[in-house]
């Protein structure tokens, strides 16, 4: 649907908006692959592309909608509708057995691969499907080319907290040649401050009554950041007192006791009925939350804000003066900071996994050269290789030949290009989003598939837009913006990290990656039926629509400090996510399950020759995660020699 300012927002520039379907480049909207990003070698390929064994295939280099790429998710829609089995052919029996099959080709699929060389040798076969044009799942590259210079950007975005990560993650990073330490040189924690650039945010007029945006959150007097906002004397005062006085609003109550009560209680709740603030000042906080939960505060209890904490400084207040630790304290001790940010955030990771199973497939040896090194797609899935990675496959049944008990070959039935391929291994783990397992796998239980289908992933979107340069952000003082009302409730230029061979564009005269959040949801329902809520806004919104809101709220938020939409914003990426973070559960809406009781356990115990794992079989959405699991599947597999 066109609007009135689309020509001044820029909506008929000629950027690049290339979608990728199949293996196939396809031009959406603009031109292709011959506009004003061209000039990195890489990106003007060949525009037609017919799979990962064709020359040129490269999705890191595909722009517009992103994610969940068109093809990645039709069958397993499919499946999900009871329609795939009416419409699909037989399928070719494709005479390859391996020792192992994989799917999903996430971090956890990949480890899954590396844990399992390492038990069975360099010489195991493995094959390890993947729905998506990429291997990585959620840690997925994004790579822009404004001018000549190369810019990346992410999925998957930081190793968070890595002291706290079990042996098994720190080993496998160690073994990948992941030194953590190395980032408290790359990335550059002064060069915001030292530009006087930090936290603002930004008051739209549909919620708050005009567009304002207020600089200066965390380094002037919270009395004057409020005094600036669009906001009543009330509420001003209401934001001053909760971010300034130091109050146990639980007072008579033991540690455990308070712990009790905010954990039943959401952050919305506690603000309103605990600390006594006026409802005027919850949407200032409503979206606080969305980047970690997927979910506004009302969904989110008060006892999670606090031990989450929040990586990006803005905190929560009220909290701090209860007892309860220190902020962001998750128990153990205090976590790392925000730092351990590969430019293409764990794309990293998954591209050192990847150059660890199939060396040819990405050139180089060390966690520096690995961040620009070109990955050759052509070599993923070679014969002569005892790994292979297939792209754009969608596992849509699983099953033992003969009986789960006895049976030595595990038959698993893939979709690509609408046509199904049959594969034989002789153990299989199912790295892939656990709630999809039910209909891969229709021998298991009902027990088990009901276990499996209680976590609903979050829907998130991780937008990139590439800027021209980032003066405006200079100009008005920000590095970053929360924008609780607006359809992107946060904006943020880039992490500052440069390695050897890649440079962070830090000048603001230099061209800028920047980032944007949304989750789709619906407060007043429970957290698993806001992401279903959430989950079918994603599917159902175009790229234009995301192209047309960052356009809009770019230009809102920085008009004043010089940005024009039209002339400065140069690609666009929609990472979407329709299946993002694991389930994690929600003390506000989950009974508390009894140990070894929980769906995630239940769901991911071993059946026959299959395995489970992702980091949805640990209920948490987080690397080290997805790798413990791994670890554990490949174990509990370990019992079949043969
Ligand atoms: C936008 C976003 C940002 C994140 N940021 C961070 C972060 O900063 N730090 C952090 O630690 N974690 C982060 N996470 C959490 C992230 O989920 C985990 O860190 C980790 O990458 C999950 O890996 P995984 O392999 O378990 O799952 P996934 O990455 O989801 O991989 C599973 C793969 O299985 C594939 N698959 C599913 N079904 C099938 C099928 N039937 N056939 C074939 N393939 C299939 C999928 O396509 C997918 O590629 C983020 C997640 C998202 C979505």
């Not at 061209?38 to 799979?51: F, K, N």
């Not at 930090?198 to 005009?210: A, K, L, N, P, Q």
């Not at 001003?236 to 540690?255: H, I, N």
């Amino acid at each position: 649907m066109k609007d009135a300012r689309d020509h001044e927002l820029g909506m008929d520039r000629q950027i690049t908006r290339r979608d990728f379907l199949n293996g196939v480049a396809l031009g959406i909207g603009g031109l292709a692959l011959s506009g004003s990003l061209g000039g990195c070698a890489r990106h003007g390929g060949a525009e037609s592309i017919d799979s990962q064994g064709s020359p040129g295939y490269d999705p890191p280099a595909a722009s517009g909608m992103r994610g969940d790429n068109l093809g990645s998710y039709e069958a397993a829609h499919g499946l999900r509708d009871g329609t795939f089995w009416q419409n699909a052919g037989t399928a070719a029996h494709a005479d390859e057995v391996y020792d192992l099959i994989v799917v999903g080709a996430g971090i956890s699929g990949l480890a899954t691969a590396h844990f399992f060389r390492k038990q069975a040798g360099a010489k195991a076969r493995i094959l390890i499907l993947e729905a998506h044009d990429d291997f990585g799942g959620h840690a997925a590259r994004k790579e822009f080319c404004v001018g000549n210079r190369m810019l990346l950007s992410y999925g998957a975005q930081s190793l968070e907290s890595p002291s706290l990560y079990s042996k098994v993650s720190k080993d496998l990073l160690a073994e990948l040649g992941v030194d953590v330490q190395k980032f408290y040189r790359y990335y550059n924690q002064s060069l915001y401050p030292s530009l006087k650039m930090g936290s603002g945010i930004f008051f739209d007029r549909e919620t708050f009554g005009e567009d304002r945006l207020v600089a200066g959150f965390g380094k002037i007097p919270h009395a004057e950041f409020f005094g600036k906002a669009p906001l009543s004397e009330r509420a001003r005062r209401d934001m001053v007192r909760v971010y300034t006085e130091k109050v146990d609003y639980l007072p008579g109550l033991t540690l455990e006791q308070k712990r009790a009560v905010l954990d039943r209680t959401s952050y919305a709740d506690f603000l309103t009925k605990i600390v006594r603030l006026s409802l005027e000042v919850l949407p200032v906080f409503q979206t606080r939350t969305h980047d970690l939960f997927g979910v506004g505060i009302d969904a989110v209890s008060a006892l999670a804000c606090f031990e989450e904490g929040d990586d990006y400084g803005y905190g929560y207040p009220g909290l701090d003066a209860m007892g309860l630790g220190a902020a962001g304290d998750r128990g153990e001790h205090k976590p790392d900071p925000y730092i351990f940010h590969f430019p293409d955030g764990n794309a990293s990771v998954a591209r050192l996994l990847v150059r660890s199973l199939i060396p040819e497939a990405i050139p180089g040896h060390t966690m520096e050269d690995v961040v620009v090194a070109q990955a050759d797609y052509s070599r993923l899935d070679r014969q002569s290789s005892p790994v292979r990675i297939r792209l754009n496959s969608t596992a849509v049944g699983v099953r033992h030949d003969g009986d789960a008990a006895s049976a030595k070959e595990v038959k698993v039935t893939y979709a690509r290009k609408r046509q199904l391929f049959e594969v034989r291994g002789r153990r299989c783990v199912l790295a892939c989003y656990n709630g999809m397992i039910p209909y891969l796998c229709p021998e298991m239980s009902t027990k088990q598939k009901e276990a499996l289908a209680y976590g609903v992933k979050t829907p998130l979107v991780y937008s990139h837009v590439a800027i021209r340069n980032w003066m405006a952000f200079q100009k008005l003082g920000v590095h970053q913006i929360a924008a609780p009302g607006c359809y992107h409730v946060y904006a943020a230029i880039d992490f500052p990290v440069s390695m050897p061979g890649y440079k962070f564009p830090s000048g603001p005269e230099e061209p800028m990656i920047v980032f944007m959040v949304r989750t789709p949801c619906q407060p007043g329902l429970t957290e698993r039926e806001q992401h279903r809520v959430g989950r079918v806004e994603l599917y159902d919104t175009p790229f234009e629509t995301f192209e047309r809101k960052i356009r809009n709220q770019l230009a809102r938020m920085l008009g004043s400090g010089g940005f024009d939409p039209a002339r400065d914003i140069e690609g666009i990426t929609v990472g979407r996510w329709a299946h993002g973070y694991a389930y994690e559960y929600n003390p506000l809406f989950d009974p508390e399950f009894a140990e070894g009781e929980a769906p995630h356990e239940v769901g991911r115990k071993p059946f026959g020759r299959i395995a489970i794992a992702n980091s949805d079989a640990g209920a948490t959405a987080y690397m080290n995660v997805a790798i413990d699991e791994a670890h554990r599947a490949v174990q509990e597999l370990s019992q079949y020699q043969s």
